[in-house]
């Protein structure tokens, strides 16, 4: 994850924090979406997702395919994920 960008990398710590036993299901859906996505809006996804403590699969994906990637997040207030 950390060849796709800062903002994955910093969300596959996250996962494997929140999800000790079960963190590879997450991070095996995040990487496939690399088969078909940019690593740009894979990376802007995560950066969405690490903002708001997210580590499901499901809704990182949702965050991509209804493009909230796009949207403007604050910066100082997640700097470290």
Request: charged share 20%; aromatic share 14%; hydrophobic share 35%.
């Amino acid at each position: 994850m950390a060849q796709i960008g800062n903002y994955c990398q910093q969300l596959f710590f996250l996962i494997l924090e929140e999800h000790p036993r079960d963190w590879h299901r997450p991070v095996a859906g995040i990487l496939s979406l690399a088969k078909y996505y940019p690593q740009e809006v894979i990376e802007a996804s995560c950066k969405r997702a690490c903002y708001y403590g997210i580590t499901q699969y499901s809704v990182i994906k949702n965050i991509r395919h209804n493009g909230s990637y796009l949207l403007p997040t604050e910066e100082a207030s997640y700097a470290e994920c």
